[in-house]
């Protein structure tokens, strides 16, 4: 059974950091990504990852400020997230890949976690 568990929310000041991870139990060598949706508005890509940490691709909004990472020996990824915004504030979700292959379009990720809330506070 395939389970996507995220966890390192939180609320935090403009400016500040956090880490989020999502463990993945009942799947290999997939490609990861992570999303996001604010209030009233739709989920939107935030970070992907290659099955081998070979390739990463980053929405524009958090390019240079967030940094998408994982250990496949603990069947982790992580998104640090630093210089963080009030407009990051969002349910972040992770999700696992269809495949080897990156992408940023929703469709190609089969499995998703509950979110965690991140609140910026200014």
């Known amino acids: 059974q395939v389970q996507l568990v995220e966890s390192g929310g939180g609320l935090v000041q403009a400016g500040g950091s956090l880490r989020l991870s999502c463990v993945a139990s009942g799947l290999t060598f997939r490609t990861m990504g992570w999303f996001r949706q604010a209030p009233g508005k739709e989920r939107e890509f935030v970070a992907t990852?290659?099955?081998?940490?070979?390739?990463?691709d980053y929405a524009d909004s958090v390019k240079g400020r967030f940094t998408i990472s994982r250990d496949n020996a603990k069947s982790t990824v992580y998104l640090q997230m630093n210089s963080l915004k009030p407009e990051d504030t969002a349910v972040y979700y992770c999700?696992?890949?269809?495949?080897?292959?990156?992408?940023?379009?929703?469709?190609?990720?089969?499995?998703w976690g509950q979110g965690t809330q991140v609140t910026v506070v200014s």
């Open positions: 990852i290659t099955w081998n940490g070979g390739s990463t």
């Open positions: 999700a696992a890949g269809m495949g080897l292959l990156a992408s940023r379009r929703q469709g190609w990720y089969d499995y």
